[in-house]
C-alpha cells in the first residue's frame, strides 16, 4: 500500500478506535526531520529515513526553519523563519495540522523548540521585543499545545534551545542581538551585545556562561549535546575583523573551552555556523556553513580540525551514528564518515537550515 493511502488507512481506523496509538513506524520511520522549499515553490516538512529516503512531505504555510520531533508518537512541530509569529504541529501519519501555536503579542519565535523528557510539554524561545529580553514559551503538548506559561531565557536573543540528557534541564543559546519587527532583521545592539549559554531548571536560571569581552560579538546560535550531557555551540561572528574561534564546549560548573587553531579554520566559515552536531559515540563534531560552503569535523578531546570539505549552500547536519547526515539548499543529501556514500543524492528539494534528528 502507498504511504498516502497507508496514512488515510490508519487514520479512519484511528478514528475508530481500532488499532494501537501509531508510532514513528506508521509515518514511514524518519530518522530525521527537515524543512524545505518545493522547485515549485511550497514549504513543505520533510520526513527522511536512514536510508536518505523522503519518506514524507507535509506542507507548510510558510518557510521552516526547524523542527521538534515528539519522543513517543508520530507528531512534530515545525517552526517558522525567524522573526516568525507561528508553528504548526503535524500528525506525521494523516498529514493532517492538529493545532498551531502563535506567538503572544509583542513576541515572535527564534525557530527552534524542545519536548520535556516525557513529550508533556514544549518549550521555545522566543523574543520580547519591547523589552528587549529573550523568553522561554511554556506550551503543554498533552493539551492541545496550550500556553501555559513563560521564563526569562537568560539572555538576549534566544536562538536554539536543547535539554540535557535524562533529565528535564534546558540549555538555551542567547546570541545576545537584540531585533525588533519593526527594523526587520536589523542587529540593534552589536557593540554592547553578551552571548551566553544559559541553563534552566523548571523555570530557573541555575547557571550561564559567557565568552570573553573581547569575543562578545560571537553569537552563540546552535546547540548539540552528547550523551554525557557536553554540550558544543556553533557561533556567527558580527564583527568587522578576522573571526575567531566559531566552535566551543561547555560542561554545567565549568568553563567554556575554545579551539586553538588558525584564522583561516574560522576564515573558511566566512564567521558563520549555520549548524552543529555531535556524533552519537561522542567521538565527533561536526559543523556547517552555508555561507562558506563547507563542512568542518573537529575532535571534542582537543577541538583541533580534523576533516573539512567544500558543499555548496549546506547547512543541515545530524548524526548517524559515528558518522553524519548534512544536507543542503541544492537539494543535496549525503552521508559523511570513514564509510562514506561515493555520491551524494540529489533531490528536487531546497533543504532549509536544519537537519533534525529523531
Same mark, same amino acid.
Given at each position: 500500500?502507498? +504511504?498516502?493511502?497507508?496514512?488515510?488507512?490508519?487514520?479512519?481506523?484511528?478514528?475508530?478506535? =481500532?488499532?494501537?496509538?501509531?508510532?514513528?513506524?506508521?509515518?514511514?520511520?524518519?530518522?530525521?526531520?527537515?524543512?524545505?522549499?518545493?522547485?515549485?515553490?511550497?514549504?513543505?516538512?520533510?520526513? &527522511?529515513?536512514?536510508?536518505?529516503?523522503?519518506?514524507?512531505? =507535509?506542507?507548510? $504555510?510558510?518557510?521552516?526553519?526547524?523542527?521538534? %520531533?515528539?519522543?513517543?508518537?508520530?507528531?512534530?512541530?515545525?517552526?517558522?523563519?525567524?522573526?516568525?509569529?507561528?508553528?504548526?504541529? &503535524?500528525?506525521?501519519?494523516?498529514?493532517?495540522?492538529?493545532?498551531? +501555536?502563535?506567538? $503572544?503579542?509583542?513576541?515572535?519565535?527564534?525557530?527552534?523548540?524542545?519536548?520535556?523528557?516525557?513529550?508533556?510539554?514544549?518549550?521555545?524561545?522566543?523574543?520580547?521585543?519591547?523589552?528587549? !529580553?529573550? !523568553?522561554? %514559551?511554556?506550551?503543554?503538548?498533552?493539551?492541545?499545545?496550550? !500556553?501555559?506559561?513563560?521564563?526569562? @531565557?537568560?539572555?538576549?536573543?534566544?536562538?536554539?534551545?536543547?535539554?540535557?540528557?535524562?533529565?528535564?534541564?534546558?540549555?538555551?543559546?542567547?546570541?545576545?542581538?537584540? #531585533?525588533?519587527?519593526?527594523?526587520?532583521?536589523?542587529?540593534?545592539?552589536?557593540? #554592547?551585545?553578551?552571548?551566553?549559554?544559559?541553563?534552566?531548571?523548571?523555570?530557573?536560571?541555575?547557571?550561564?556562561?559567557?565568552?570573553?569581552?573581547?569575543?562578545?560579538?560571537?553569537?552563540?546560535?546552535?546547540?548539540?549535546? @552528547?550523551?554525557?550531557?557536553?554540550?558544543?555551540?556553533?557561533?556567527?561572528?558580527?564583527?568587522?575583523?578576522?573571526?575567531?574561534?566559531?566552535?566551543? =564546549?561547555?560542561?554545567?560548573?565549568?568553563?567554556? #573551552?575554545?579551539?586553538?587553531?588558525?584564522?583561516?579554520?574560522?576564515?573558511?566559515?566566512?564567521?558563520? &555556523?549555520?549548524? &552543529?552536531?555531535?556524533?552519537?559515540?561522542?567521538?565527533?563534531?561536526?559543523?556547517?556553513?552555508?555561507?562558506?560552503? !563547507?563542512?568542518?569535523?573537529?575532535?571534542?578531546?582537543?577541538?583541533? +580540525?580534523?576533516? #573539512?570539505?567544500?558543499?555548496?549552500?549546506?547547512?543541515?547536519?545530524?548524526?548517524?551514528?559515528?558518522?553524519?547526515?548534512?544536507?543542503?539548499?541544492?537539494?543535496?543529501?549525503?552521508?559523511?564518515?570513514?564509510?562514506?556514500?561515493?555520491?551524494?543524492?540529489? =533531490?528536487?528539494?531546497?533543504?532549509?537550515?536544519?537537519?533534525?534528528?529523531?
Amino acid at each position: 500500500m502507498a +504511504l498516502t493511502g497507508r496514512r488515510q488507512f490508519l487514520g479512519g481506523l484511528l478514528a475508530a478506535g =481500532l488499532v494501537p496509538k501509531p508510532t514513528w513506524a506508521d509515518a514511514g520511520s524518519p530518522a530525521f526531520l527537515s524543512a524545505a522549499a518545493t522547485k515549485g515553490g511550497s514549504y513543505v516538512l520533510c520526513g &527522511i529515513d536512514a536510508g536518505l529516503n523522503v519518506v514524507f512531505q =507535509l506542507p507548510l $504555510p510558510d518557510r521552516g526553519h526547524a523542527a521538534a %520531533g515528539h519522543p513517543s508518537r508520530p507528531e512534530a512541530v515545525a517552526f517558522a523563519r525567524r522573526p516568525g509569529t507561528f508553528a504548526v504541529v &503535524i500528525d506525521c501519519v494523516t498529514g493532517r495540522q492538529t493545532a498551531v +501555536l502563535n506567538a $503572544p503579542e509583542g513576541r515572535h519565535f527564534y525557530g527552534h523548540g524542545a519536548f520535556s523528557a516525557d513529550g508533556s510539554l514544549l518549550y521555545t524561545t522566543e523574543n520580547d521585543f519591547e523589552a528587549g !529580553r529573550g !523568553r522561554v %514559551g511554556v506550551w503543554d503538548a498533552a493539551s492541545g499545545y496550550a !500556553r501555559i506559561g513563560e521564563w526569562d @531565557s537568560g539572555g538576549i536573543g534566544p536562538h536554539d534551545i536543547k535539554r540535557l540528557p535524562n533529565s528535564d534541564i534546558l540549555v538555551v543559546a542567547n546570541g545576545g542581538i537584540d #531585533t525588533h519587527p519593526d527594523t526587520g532583521r536589523t542587529k540593534l545592539n552589536l557593540p #554592547t551585545m553578551r552571548p551566553n549559554l544559559a541553563y534552566i531548571d523548571q523555570g530557573v536560571v541555575v547557571e550561564t556562561a559567557e565568552l570573553s569581552r573581547d569575543m562578545h560579538k560571537n553569537s552563540i546560535r546552535h546547540l548539540a549535546v @552528547s550523551g554525557d550531557g557536553t554540550v558544543v555551540f556553533g557561533m556567527q561572528w558580527q564583527g568587522d575583523d578576522t573571526p575567531p574561534p566559531l566552535v566551543g =564546549l561547555h560542561r554545567m560548573g565549568g568553563a567554556i #573551552t575554545l579551539p586553538h587553531g588558525t584564522d583561516e579554520t574560522a576564515r573558511a566559515m566566512d564567521g558563520y &555556523i549555520g549548524s &552543529i552536531a555531535f556524533a552519537e559515540n561522542g567521538k565527533a563534531i561536526a559543523v556547517t556553513s552555508p555561507r562558506g560552503g !563547507r563542512i568542518q569535523v573537529f575532535d571534542p578531546e582537543t577541538l583541533g +580540525l580534523s576533516y #573539512t570539505k567544500t558543499s555548496a549552500d549546506v547547512c543541515g547536519v545530524a548524526p548517524s551514528g559515528r558518522q553524519f547526515i548534512t544536507t543542503s539548499g541544492t537539494g543535496e543529501i549525503e552521508r559523511l564518515g570513514q564509510y562514506a556514500d561515493a555520491n551524494p543524492r540529489h =533531490l528536487p528539494l531546497m533543504f532549509d537550515n536544519h537537519l533534525v534528528s529523531l
